[in-house]
C-alpha cells in the first residue's frame, strides 16, 4: 500500500506523547477519507469504508471508545507521533522505513496488487511517465525503475493527469483502480500488475505497547472467526487471509 518517505527519524523521540491505553480514555483513529475502497468521507462527511467498517469492529472486541479523525496522508505519521490521533488506519503498508519511527501491529490484509490504469492499452510502463501519489509505494516503485515518476498529493489527481495527457499511466492500489477504470470509458486497466508492500496494518506511536496488544488481540480474532475475510469480500480487497 502506501509508503510514507520520513524526513527525519528524530520525530520518534516524541512518541511518549498521549498513550492512549483504553482505560477511560477515547481512542483517536486517523485516516486519510480519500483512498476508497478503505477510507472515504461519505455523502454525510463521515469516515466510511473497509476500514470504517474494520476499525469500528477492532474497537468494539478490544472494549475500546473510538472515534474518528482525518488527516492528509503527506502529514499522517508526524500527526500521529505528535499525539494528534492514537492510531493510523489509512490502507499504510507496513515497512521498515515506517518501523523505525512507528509501530505496527499485525497486518489486516496481505499484500495487495498493484495495478497500471491508462488511456490506451499501448503505454510504455518501462520509459513512459506514469502517475502515482506522493510518498506512496507506487511511487518508490517508479521511481526504482526506468520511468519517469509524477507524483500527486492526491489519488484523484494522478487520474486526472493521465486523463489530461500529463502521465501516460497511474499506478495505484489494484482495489482502488478498478472501479475507476470500469465506470470511466475513456480509462481502461493493463494486464500488468506489481506485487509490492508487506501488507496494512495500523500504525502507533512505539510507546503504546498496551493498545498495540489489544489491536493485535481483535485483529487475531477476526481472523478466526472469518469476519475479517467477509470484510474484504464485501469491500472487493483481495489479499485474504
Not at 518517505?5 to 486517523?30: F, M, N, Q
Not at 495487495?112 to 510504455?124: E, F, I, L, N
Not at 498529493?153 to 500529463?166: H, L, M, Q, S, Y
Request: aromatic share 6%; with cysteine; net charge negative.
Amino acid at each position: 500500500m502506501k509508503h510514507l518517505i520520513l524526513s527525519t527519524a528524530a520525530l520518534a523521540l516524541s512518541a511518549g506523547l498521549a498513550l492512549a491505553d483504553g482505560h477511560g480514555k477515547t481512542v483517536r483513529l486517523g485516516t486519510e477519507g480519500a483512498y476508497p475502497p478503505y477510507n472515504f468521507l461519505n455523502d454525510a462527511g463521515e469516515v466510511a469504508g473497509f476500514e470504517r467498517d474494520l476499525g469500528d469492529e477492532l474497537c468494539a472486541r478490544a472494549e475500546l471508545t473510538c472515534e474518528w479523525v482525518t488527516n492528509e496522508w503527506d502529514s499522517i505519521i508526524p500527526n500521529l507521533v505528535s499525539g494528534n490521533y492514537d492510531v493510523i488506519i489509512a490502507g499504510m503498508s507496513i515497512t521498515d522505513e515506517r518501523d523505525e519511527v512507528i509501530d505496527f501491529t499485525q497486518n489486516y490484509t496481505l499484500p495487495d496488487p498493484s495495478a497500471y490504469v491508462a488511456a490506451s492499452a499501448d503505454v510504455d510502463l518501462e520509459n513512459g511517465v506514469l502517475a502515482a501519489q506522493t510518498n506512496t509505494i507506487q511511487a518508490a516503485f517508479i521511481a526504482e525503475s526506468g520511468a519517469t515518476l509524477v507524483e500527486f498529493a492526491t489519488p484523484e489527481e494522478t487520474i486526472a493527469a493521465v486523463k489530461n495527457g500529463e502521465a501516460d499511466a497511474v499506478l495505484a492500489d489494484k482495489a482502488f483502480l478498478t472501479p475507476i477504470a470500469d465506470a470511466d470509458p475513456d480509462l481502461m486497466m493493463l494486464e500488468q500488475e506489481e506485487l509490492i508492500g508487506g501488507g496494512i496494518g495500523l500504525g502507533l506511536r512505539e510507546s503504546d505497547t498496551e493498545l498495540k496488544e489489544k489491536f493485535n488481540a481483535a485483529i487475531t480474532s477476526m481472523k478466526d472467526d472469518g469476519s475479517l475475510n467477509a470484510l474484504l469480500t464485501k469491500w472487493e480487497i483481495s489479499g485474504q487471509f
